[in-house]
């Protein structure tokens, strides 16, 4: 099953300011961007819905000094963190917890 928001990948409709996304709530501006009967959707009980995801895609802005872009900053070292605990990160067959970016 495919969900559309506004945006993604179609254009936000006219006057909708596709900031907020809440189906819990009765404002237009806040659900004007989901797609028709999405929300409804959500909200019926009888027919529970699950999904299941099977990637996210995230999008850091490098003109941004708060973004610290990458997985590896000075401030959250993920690579040297792997690198010391390289047991938890690997299996037997495996030489290095990190294989070369390629």
Not at 37 to 66: A, L
Request: aromatic letters at 10%; one cysteine or more; hydrophobic letters at 25%.
């Amino acid at each position: 099953m495919s969900i559309l928001i506004a945006g993604f990948p179609t254009k936000c409709p006219d006057n909708c300011p596709c900031e907020t996304y809440d189906c819990g709530t009765n404002s237009w501006a806040k659900t004007c961007g989901f797609s028709g009967g999405f929300c409804e959707m959500m909200k019926d009980e009888s027919n529970p819905i699950e999904y299941k995801v099977n990637w996210v895609r995230v999008y850091q802005d490098p003109n941004d000094e708060k973004q610290k872009v990458g997985c590896s900053t000075p401030e959250r070292p993920t690579k040297r963190y792997i690198e010391a605990h390289a047991d938890k990160y690997k299996r037997k067959e495996d030489k290095a917890p990190l294989k070369k970016v390629m």
